[in-house]
């Protein structure tokens, strides 16, 4: 997922790979965590759905995409099966990403509330720290959507810079 008009065929296939994972309705804690990569197709009737993920200690997510899509709903106004008076209701669904860490649902860190299309894009590329997070998706209307998401997780500089130490000392320890 880059964007509107944009596909990467191997990051299609590494989402579909990561697997569907379920909401969880209304206010409750998710008690599951999403993967780094992954998707859901679901009905949304009422309330509020959202999907846990959690950073580990010593690692950092340096890139997040998450897009939700729906369908707009045709319909003919026109009782005269001769003669299609199109006419369309288009659902109102907002994206947004929590800091879930200490308390669920703290902060938000971003958004998408777009009233006139029928996506929601969220993208970051500035890191994410060890803790808990949570996307959470609203309507207007009951409809079913596409939800899926990408996130490249990496250890933090500093455990970086630890895990290099400490190769140099065992090659070093090695030539003796």
């Not at 959690?54 to 319909?75: H, K, M, P, R, Y």
């Not at 970051?124 to 409809?143: C, H, K, M, Q, W």
Request: glycine residues 10%; proline residues 5%; negative net charge.
């Amino acid at each position: 997922m880059f964007g509107f008009g944009e596909l990467n065929i191997y990051n299609s296939y590494k989402i579909q790979e990561g697997g569907e994972y379920a909401a969880f309705l209304n206010l409750d804690p998710p008690t599951a965590n999403l993967g780094s990569r992954g998707w859901d197709f679901g009905s949304y009737n009422n309330g509020l759905l959202h999907y846990n993920f959690e950073v580990g200690a010593g690692q950092q997510i340096t890139e997040l995409s998450a897009a939700l899509t729906w369908n707009v709903d045709v319909f003919d106004t026109n009782p005269n099966p001769l003669v299609f008076s199109p006419n369309h209701q288009l659902a109102n669904m907002n994206l947004e990403l929590f800091d879930s860490t200490g308390t669920f649902l703290g902060s938000v860190i971003q958004q998408s509330l777009s009233t006139v299309y029928n996506f929601e894009h969220i993208y970051l590329s500035t890191p994410l720290n060890a803790g808990e997070y949570t996307f959470r998706l609203s309507s207007d209307i009951p409809v079913e959507y596409g939800f899926a998401w990408r996130m490249t997780v990496v250890p933090e500089p500093s455990s970086l810079g630890l895990i290099l130490i400490a190769t140099c000392g065992l090659a070093m320890r090695r030539r003796r």
